[in-house]
Nanobody
Framework: QVQFVESGGGSVQPGGSLRLSCAAS????????MGWYRQAPGKQRELVAR???????NYVDSVEGRFTISRDNAKNTVYLQMNSLKPEDTAVYYC?????????????WGQGTQVTVSS
C-alpha cells in the first residue's frame, strides 16, 4: 500500500525558511519522478516542484529561485527547502509521484504539512 508522510511545516515570518520532508513507502521510490504539491484555502492543489529519477528538477515560476527539491533514494525521502518565504506560499504541502500523463501518480495522499507565512 502506497503511503506518503509529510513533515516539517510550521509558521514563519515573510523571508523565513522551512525544510519539508516526505517519506514514501509501498513504491519503488528510486524509479519515480517525485513532486511537491500545495493547496491553499479555496484553491486547487498545484504542483510546485518535481524531481526525476535522474535528479532533473523543475519548478513553477512562483517558487523558482526560492525553493529547492531534492531526494534521498536510500531513505525513500524527498525534500523541499523553502527560502525567502512569502505569504502567498501559505498552504498545505503534499508529496506524490508525478507523470506527464496523470500529474499525481497515486490517488492516496498523505495528511500534508501546513506552512503558514505571516507577519
Amino acid at each position: 500500500q502506497v503511503q506518503f508522510v509529510e513533515s516539517g511545516g510550521g509558521s514563519v515570518q515573510p523571508g523565513g525558511s522551512l525544510r519539508l520532508s516526505c517519506a514514501a513507502s509501498g513504491i519503488i521510490f528510486s524509479i519515480y519522478t517525485m513532486g511537491w504539491y500545495r493547496q491553499a484555502p479555496g484553491k486547487q492543489r498545484e504542483l510546485v516542484a518535481r524531481i526525476t529519477s535522474r535528479v532533473i528538477t523543475n519548478y513553477v515560476d512562483s517558487v523558482e529561485g526560492r525553493f529547492t527539491i531534492s531526494r534521498d533514494n536510500a531513505k525513500n525521502t524527498v525534500y523541499l527547502q523553502m527560502n525567502s518565504l512569502k505569504p502567498e506560499d501559505t498552504a498545505v504541502y503534499y508529496c506524490n509521484t508525478w507523470t506527464a500523463l496523470t500529474g499525481p501518480g497515486f490517488a492516496s495522499w498523505g495528511q500534508g504539512t501546513q506552512v503558514t507565512v505571516s507577519s
